[in-house]
């Protein structure tokens, strides 16, 4: 039997990236043939897939690939940060980019199979067995546009792809380059408020509607005083109507003395008498400013554009000084890991647990 030496180990080790330990086995099963024993490897590595197949992998990156005007985003998840950090798995992600980029595939996600539409098993598997930790190819989304423009913020933790038409300079890439990085830091649900179907626009109607009755001291006086006046005629106990005698020349403290029973009561009342106060042309416009707020917030093209040197322009104005023919037409943001599932480490319980204790 040939004599395995600590630089055939090495060797070994650096082809394949397993444990010192298992390449030294390796090379004891196979006399010393190093071509062998990484086939060894990589059979007991496809067995180790098979185990880690049942971890949770909800960490990782995301990653963007561009040609043209079109462009990708990826997201692979290993199980640790450490792990997406890690050089192999970065470049491992870029390949996934790529690959993504050169489908027909438009865009695929979580239930689908990544593996089979990118063909990458043996890619995966590799590294797998290189990282010693389950990786999972879990979704990419491509744009196109006539400028198209990408944004990574935290190192991975956040893709963001944007598409528009009407100009294709590089001024224009400059400016969704900088519409990007709002979407990363904002988060905008919508591209502009004609993106928010007539069912979902009715849907945030009703909730801050019922969201202002259930806070009835946020209501126009007028209403709120009609409540209380039903709530002190039967619905109050005595001991918080005293209170509000004895507080009402300053409502705005009122709330800190009621019991929780007094406002809860109080919320009720407004709820019953939903029809009616939804009718007061007050109450209304305070519904409608509260969703045009709201609006403000989730579509991209109303939200005060970060960068915005008076604190006030839109986005929509920030574009519209760059070029009036310029529309944004798709956006694309990865969050890594959400809607995963993360496993709480407990570093010591598991040592413990190996340990036999």
Known sequence: ?????????????EMTGAGMMECKKALTETDGNIEAAVEVLKKSGAAKVEKKASRIAAEGIAKVAISGNTAVVVEVNSETDFVAKNEVFQEFVQDVANKALATNVEEAGDGEDL?????????????????????????FKKVTGEAVASYIHGGGRIGVLVAADGDSSDAAKEALTNVAMQIAAMNPQYISRNDISTDELAKLREITLESALNDPFSLPKPI????IDKAVAGVWTAEDVAIYEEKKTNMNYLPNFLSNEA????????????????ENKIFSGLVEGRISKQLKEICLLDQTYVKAEDGKQTVAAYLASVNKALVVTKMVR??????????????????????GK
């Open 263 to 278: 406002k809860t009561a109080l919320a009720q009342l407004a709820l019953a008498d939903k029809a009616a106060i939804s």
């Open 224 to 227: 709120l005083q009609g409540l």
């Open 115 to 139: 593996v089979t539409i990118l063909d990458m098993k043996a890619e995966l598997d590799d590294k797998t067995l290189k990282i010693g930790e389950k990786l999972s190819l879990r979704r």
């Open 334 to 355: 990865f969050e890594v890991g959400e809607g995963l599932e993360k496993k709480n480490e407990d570093f010591a319980a598991e040592v413990a647990a190996q340990m």
């Open 1 to 13: 039997m040939a004599a395995i030496t600590a630089s055939m180990v090495k060797e070994l080790r």
